[in-house]
């Protein structure tokens, strides 16, 4: 009897942050382009919920089968402690999750796709001599820092603890990335703990990258076309193929408006509206949020703020009383259509790579407070490398350089001609002849080819 080919594509998802939807968008399109092949989707209970549990099923094509892995102990308090909990034990649950579908059947797999941080995913694929394609969730030059991070670490011979003063430091000895500070390099390169669970991960993710017949992300190469080739250089073979927000088929829940933003910002002057969101994992503390809230009020910028309810309280008292008038918060914001929005002018922002993306192909420019991981990196490319934004002055809101920030953004027109210019490169790479229309071509010769 002639034995099958193989038709199965097993994928990973790191089920924290912004990683799972991006990475089901990436696969939803590859199971369009190839309904012959069977897509098993692998992630936590919760993550699989927020992609497959509020989406309409005819966002959903039917080769795509989620699947669980073990969640591992539920937590309270800060979801950081359920992210490194889970770490510790994951190359275990998805293996034990792949093996409880495939076990004995393992012929049929013909490919694995995987959130880069799944670094383990590279000996599953060698062992089975199929092709593993890895899928960064950020942009190239926060993969490049974690690829060279041995360099780094021979080059700044400190300590994980010893770094302070030296933040203004340029990185010039790693070429792409002369721009970035010591200060700016993402957690778990030189500081944060180098055997935390997160650093020793990402470390062993660098290491991984080499074996990937293929890294995509949400990016486009004429944002960092010099990073991009320096990485091919060393066998990192790098294929962006966004921005997402240009593609049609992607998931998103930004339909959903429950809270009336929208009809909110219809009310508003063009560009006139300060629009903050920090994101899922990131929050400043919360005598930065009382700094901010009172910049804006001083301001008079009309403001829509994306704010959880538990940090309500942290706003100064009557604050929202005072600027019920201009001012706009709510828990949960539809972001993408939000900035796209004609009265938004400027996105104050923790500066991960999805919003400033976001904030690109709107045309937006950013004040920037990043938090930790890559958003440092990304603060820098913004205020410094592209001049799409600014970042609040020692990485810290005050009354008056929150003032100064808006004020900035709002008179300088510069700003907004040079992220229009990168919005222009963008529509042109998902155009027919674009780079990142190649590169899904590129991709879809690993995944989908018989």
Known sequence: MASMKPNHVVVMA???????????NVVRRFAIQAPSLTFSFFSTSKS????????????????????????????????????????KSMVEKFKNGVDSVYGGHDKMIKCFISDTFLYFVSDMADQMGVPWVSFWAGGPCSLSAHFHTDLIRLSIPLGPNEIEGREEEPMDFVPGLSFVKIGDLPDGVLFGGWESELAVMLHKTGLALPRAAATTMNSFAELDLPTLEYLKSE??????????????????HAHDDPHGCLTWLDKQNPTSVAYISFGTMSTPPPHELAALAEG????????????????????????????RNRGFTAPWTPQERILKHNAVGVFVTHCGWNSVMESIMAGVPMICRPCFGDQR????????????????????????ETMKCLDMIFSEEKLREKVGALRGFAKH???PNGSSTKNVNTLAEIVCKD
């Open 429 to 431: 790479a998902v155009g």
């Open 377 to 400: 990196i990304n603060c820098r490319l913004v205020s410094d490398v592209w001049g799409i934004g600014t970042r609040v002055k020692d990485g810290v809101f005050t009354k008056d």
């Open 48 to 87: 699989n919920q927020s992609v497959f549990g509020t989406s309409s099923p005819n966002d959903i094509p039917r080769n795509i089968k989620p699947y669980n892995v073990d969640d591992g102990e539920s937590f309270t308090g800060h979801p950081k402690n359920e992210v490194f909990s889970f770490i």
């Open 14 to 24: 790191f089920p924290y942050g912004t990683h799972a939807i991006p990475l089901f």
């Open 235 to 252: 066998s990192v073979k790098c294929l962006p193929m966004g921005p997402f927000t240009l593609t049609s088929q992607n998931l998103s």
């Open 296 to 323: 804006l009020e001083e301001s008079g910028v009309p403001f829509i703020w994306s704010l959880k309810d538990h940090l309500v309280s942290q706003l100064p008292n009557g604050f929202l009383e005072r600027t």
